[in-house]
């Protein structure tokens, strides 16, 4: 048997089992090799994009139909209480690319560009000589709001700004149309590439990482993949999903939530126009909630399919593979829809992971989890270091079942609207398994500011406790904990037009409450394109 590394001798101790106990950790070793080098596990990251654990069959849904996550639930462990930070997409994928809070990216709002000048996780693995594959929707370079389909944005182009996932990266930077011309990717140039005719955009997407799996299963350098699938991200029309996804749900009763409100959120930053017709916006959410759950059906049989893929290659055993979102949707839930706001059908997402080397099959835990910490995670399961400056925590030992640090509660972060440079809809927030505790920056008369919530007696959120006489202890304690853990951060909970000082004026972040990260680097368009981008550039300017 080939020498045990130190954190493999303290896992073993810590267990209290001898080295002679250890069969499945000799497995981790390289295929046959005998060398002493351990063979890494590959990674294969799926995120799915607006799913909340609300909507999940296994988490309690009983209309979602989702048996792969299910088997991927019942072979691995789930992490109960995981939540995005900054629930809204592009702020959730700096903090997953780098394991910062988004004060700390910069990345406040959607739209913006990240700075590449700082440690990413593909950094990590490709120094750790990890092959780095990414497909999808990638949501961190165009600095543009709006015309999404235009090459300049939707081009990701290679060298810095890939942050390390280039090998290859087959992706583009955002679009939520799966059929169609407006459905494509880049690979190294900014040529835009159809999935095929009539091919669903996830299911292509999927096929592209069959095939990586079936090329790369065999080669010496372990492989990592991420498999970023646009589902259930809205528009929620039947052309933008199977026929055979929406089939599934014909018989099925949708209902609205038991916390749909008439009422818009005076919080909420856009579409509170749709609550001038409550009725109309009913049918509306009735009629797309169902597509929606067609679109949870659809990822999960894509993830079946590469899931099944892996054991075809003989890899499953060691590969990691992660399945999440990176936030929920509130469809009518505290009358608000979309995201970017702390309740319970936004934050918690799905976080499973199933590693049969290491990670017992069934494994449930509810300790704080959020989008900081997978960084982090992913690092001490696959035994890489951790940068410095990374500010989530290694949660692994949680997922193996050897225990380890855990925080007191998530931190949440809402920088402002979706998008836009607008003041008015900031918030910072708390949540632990048991209370949700809220601030938002600008009180409006119609709704309290501050919101204390008990997420196991009332799950729906529908009672706030923040100005009750016996939970006011219970209130100063989370004030504090906010208080203390912004301060730490250097977060100062500022409007949202108060970030724009991070950027050059040009949606480029140069800067965030932690760091200067310098010039933002020029995209470098491939030989034979230079002219194409030097007019796009002057068209637009
Ligand atoms: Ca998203």
Redo the contacts with the bound molecule.
């Keep these: 048997m080939p020498p045990l590394n130190r954190r493999e001798f303290l896992r073993s101790s810590a267990l209290g089992l001898g080295a002679l106990a250890l069969g499945p950790l000799a497995g981790c070793r390289d295929r046959g090799s005998g060398g002493a080098a351990p063979r890494r596990p590959n990674l294969v990251y799926i995120i799915s994009?607006?799913l909340g654990t609300s909507y999940c069959s296994f988490a309690g849904d009983a209309t979602a139909v989702m048996p792969n996550v299910e088997k991927l639930v019942s072979e691995g462990a789930w992490l109960r209480q995981a939540v995005s930070s900054s629930p809204?997409?592009a702020p959730?994928r700096a903090t997953l690319m780098t394991g910062k809070y988004a004060s700390s990216t910069g990345m406040v709002i959607n739209e913006l560009r990240l700075n590449p000048n700082q440690r990413c996780l593909g950094h990590v693995l490709r120094d750790a000589g990890y092959q780095r594959c990414y497909i999808g929707k990638w949501?961190l370079y165009a600095n543009h709001a709006g015309d999404h389909d235009n090459v300049l944005h939707s081009f990701v182009p290679p060298g810095p700004h890939r942050l390390g996932f280039d090998d290859p990266f087959l992706g583009f930077n955002f679009h939520h149309i799966y059929y169609g011309e407006q459905s494509y990717y880049h690979r190294d140039t900014p040529e835009k590439i159809g999935y095929g005719e009539g091919v669903y955009e996830p299911d292509g997407q999927t096929d592209q990482a069959i095939r990586y799996i079936e090329r790369h299963a065999g080669d010496v350098a372990p492989f990592a993949m991420v498999l970023s699938l646009g589902p259930p991200?809205p528009p929620w029309t039947p052309d933008n999903v199977p026929a055979e996804d929406v089939a599934v749900y014909a018989d099925a009763d949708i209902q609205l939530p038991p916390n749909w409100s008439d009422h818009a959120d005076p919080y909420m930053d856009r579409f509170r126009d749709l609550w001038d017709h409550p009725a109309e916006l009913e049918k509306d959410l009735l009629r797309e909630k169902r597509i929606y759950y067609a679109m949870i059906t659809s990822v999960d049989r894509d993830v079946g399919r590469l899931v099944k893929a892996l054991e075809d290659a003989g890899v499953a055993d060691d590969t990691i593979v992660v399945f999440t979102s990176?936030?929920g949707e509130m469809l009518g839930s505290h009358g608000r829809i979309q995201?970017m706001i702390f309740y319970e059908e936004a934050v918690r997402v799905p976080f499973v992971v199933r590693w049969p080397r290491r990670i017992p099959a069934g494994r449930t835990s509810d300790i704080t989890f959020h989008s900081p910490d997978i960084m982090p995670t992913l690092l001490g399961l696959m035994d890489l270091s951790i940068p410095d400056g990374v500010e989530g925590t290694d949660c692994s030992g949680h997922l193996t079942g050897d225990g380890g640090p855990e925080l007191p509660a998530a931190l949440l972060q809402g920088m402002g609207h979706t998008y836009l440079w607008i003041d008015g809809f900031e918030w910072r927030a708390l949540r632990d398994e048991r209370y949700t505790y809220a601030r938002y920056r600008h009180p409006r008369p119609e709704a309290p500011a501050e919101l204390l919530f008990d997420n196991v007696q009332d799950p729906r959120q529908m009672h706030n406790l923040a100005g009750e006489p016996e939970h006011r202890e219970r209130l100063e304690g989370y004030r504090k904990q906010l208080a203390d853990r912004l301060e730490a951060l250097g977060d100062s909970f500022e409007d949202c037009t108060w970030y724009q000082r991070w950027t050059d004026g040009d949606r480029n972040i140069l800067r965030s409450a932690t760091t200067e990260f310098g010039p933002m680097p020029e995209p470098t368009w491939p030989d034979g394109w230079e002219d194409e981008y030097r007019e796009l550039k002057a068209k637009e300017s």
């Design positions: 994009d607006e809204v997409c959730y949501h991200h990176d936030h995201k």
